[in-house]
């Protein structure tokens, strides 16, 4: 069996898109940053995502049955770094749009896609959840915000 630190070492050479998840709860706005996303259909349109367990965001937004994912770009690495770090003020100075669904979008994104959650599967230390994409847009047409070998970066010229 791989040992977990090379396995992620290995991993790390996969470069993946990063996303904002954004919520509205009774609680009010919640969100974090996933690089763990992925289209698996385009009809239905369905998105996947996995969620560590250990999170302490992901169940409040697991409870609202629904969410936006934001595509970040370049220049949107400090916003990921915030939405990644535990008891940050997230959606404070940056400016935001609402989704028809009143989902959270950063005004700069590249685009959003609003998504209902359809299926959760328990996948070792996370869920991997399959949604249903049921609205979004195209908003810029700047270069991505990735992460590779550990680190969150835009693509070079």
């Known amino acids: 069996m791989l040992?977990?630190?090379?396995?992620?070492?290995?991993?790390?050479?996969f470069t993946t898109g990063v996303v904002l998840v954004t919520t509205q709860t009774p609680r009010g706005l919640?969100?974090?940053?996933?690089?763990?996303?992925?289209?698996?259909?385009?009809?239905p349109?369905?998105?996947?995502?996995?969620?560590?367990?250990?999170?302490?965001?992901?169940?409040?937004?697991?409870?609202?049955?629904?969410?936006?994912?934001?595509?970040?770009g370049e220049g949107q690495e400090e916003l990921c770094k915030?939405?990644?770090?535990?008891?940050?003020e997230r959606f404070a100075g940056h400016a935001w749009e609402r989704?028809?669904?009143g989902h959270p979008v950063?005004?700069?994104?590249?685009?959003?896609?609003?998504c209902r959650i359809e299926t959760i599967?328990?996948?070792g230390d996370h869920e991997l959840v399959v949604a249903e994409a049921v609205e979004g847009a195209v908003t810029d047409s700047g270069g991505p915000l990735v992460f590779h070998g550990g680190r969150i970066t835009a693509l070079p010229a």
Request: contains cysteine; aromatic residues 12%.
């Open 99 to 101: 989704t028809h669904a």
């Open 45 to 72: 349109p369905l998105v996947a995502l996995c969620a560590a367990h250990t999170s302490s965001t992901w169940p409040h937004i697991r409870a609202a049955g629904e969410f936006a994912v934001s595509i970040l």
């Open 30 to 43: 919640t969100g974090m940053a996933f690089n763990s996303f992925t289209s698996v259909s385009l009809n």
């Open 82 to 88: 915030t939405f990644s770090t535990h008891g940050a």
């Open 106 to 114: 950063p005004a700069d994104t590249l685009g959003w896609l609003d």
């Open 121 to 123: 599967y328990q996948a």
């Open 3 to 13: 040992e977990q630190r090379y396995f992620r070492d290995i991993l790390g050479q």
